[in-house]
Nanobody, 118 residues
């Protein structure tokens, strides 16, 4: 009911920047929350950042380095990642909670690999 398409991952050197994008489409009445999660090899998936009408929240490990934003007209969420560290290496997933005809619906993107390495 809600499809997500992610883009923007890749290989970057420590200290570099990347910008992730996630576009939502489908029969969406409204979007309640948009978030980015990540999962490193051998670790559990963790919340990186979330944006709602009430504001934004970040994991402690990315505060001051990452910025989440959204374009409501395009149903798109972004994650600007600066001062990247090797420990930021992970697959990053977009998550959108939207209201559709049948009620709230949570959808996940396909994931995009971010590798921070020299």
């Amino acid at each position: 009911q809600v499809q997500l398409v992610e883009s923007g991952g890749g290989l970057v050197q420590p200290g570099g920047s990347l910008r992730l994008s996630c576009a939502a489409s489908g029969s969406i009445f409204s979007i309640n929350a948009m978030a980015w999660y990540r999962q490193a090899p051998g670790k559990q998936r963790e919340l990186v950042a979330v944006i709602t009408s009430g504001g934004t929240n970040y994991a402690e490990s990315v505060k001051g380095r990452f910025t989440i934003s959204r374009n409501n007209a395009k149903n798109t969420v972004y994650l600007q990642m600066n001062s990247l560290k090797p420990e930021d290496t992970a697959v990053y997933y977009c998550n959108v909670v939207a209201t559709v005809a049948s009620g709230p619906f949570s959808s996940w993107g396909q994931g995009t690999q971010v590798t921070v390495s020299s």
